[in-house]
């Protein structure tokens, strides 16, 4: 196929995934192969949004646990997306691609605000654009982020990145019988309290009716595979 099978997705990665072995937090390399995945999307005319979490750097919930304000340690947390965002946004640069970093909290000296019409104008003009902050919320997580953004943008798909194939009944690492999904619903994936995503991402995309695939974006190519068709990880619907 030489067609992207959608014109716009929006993938969220972790801030696990920036992590060298080492447990640096982030890792230039992993950095680099990922912006280069990312400008391969690009030249197939794929317009990418992306969200980063920030778990690489600082948790909330964690930090909440030992003692912290759950406020503060939230937007602690929301601090640490937009380093990541800005290493993410550099490293695009590299590429020679151009990226912009919209934040949902006001960091004017360092990144655009998030406004979602000028977000859509970056993407029609085949910019990267990193939404950074999250939701701008406390209580919420990056995947919730990503859901509301993939649907604010109209993205054809999301994508969530994740370190194993796709969806299984139980953490593979630790349940040698886990059965993989290549196929299920939105409801399935709630019901079955499968380790997706949180209920308020799911619940958005479900009632959105906007598709995801979860898949393993370490494996060299494979968003590229997908966008020309083939069927890669677990595809979760309405
Ligand atoms: N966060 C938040 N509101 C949001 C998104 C994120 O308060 O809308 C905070 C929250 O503390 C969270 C942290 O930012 O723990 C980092 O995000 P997340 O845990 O989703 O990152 P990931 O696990 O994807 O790396």
Redesign the pocket.
Known sequence: MNKPICQRILLKL???ALMSEAGGSIDSDILHRLAAEIRELSDFGVQVGLVI????I????EKASEGLDRVT??????L??VINALAMQDALEHQGLQARVMS?LKINQVCEDYIRRRAVRHLEKGRIVIFAA????????????ASLRAIEINAGLMIKATKVKGVYSADPAKVKEAVFYPRLTYDEALDQRLNVMDTTALVLCRDNNIPMRVMNIFEQGAVMRLMKGEEIGSLIER
């Open positions: 972790s801030g696990e979490g920030g778990g690489n600082l948790r909330g919930a340690s939230d937007q602690m947390g929301m640490a997306t949902a999250g939701t701008g919320n406390p209580f919420f997580t990056t995947d919730s982020a």
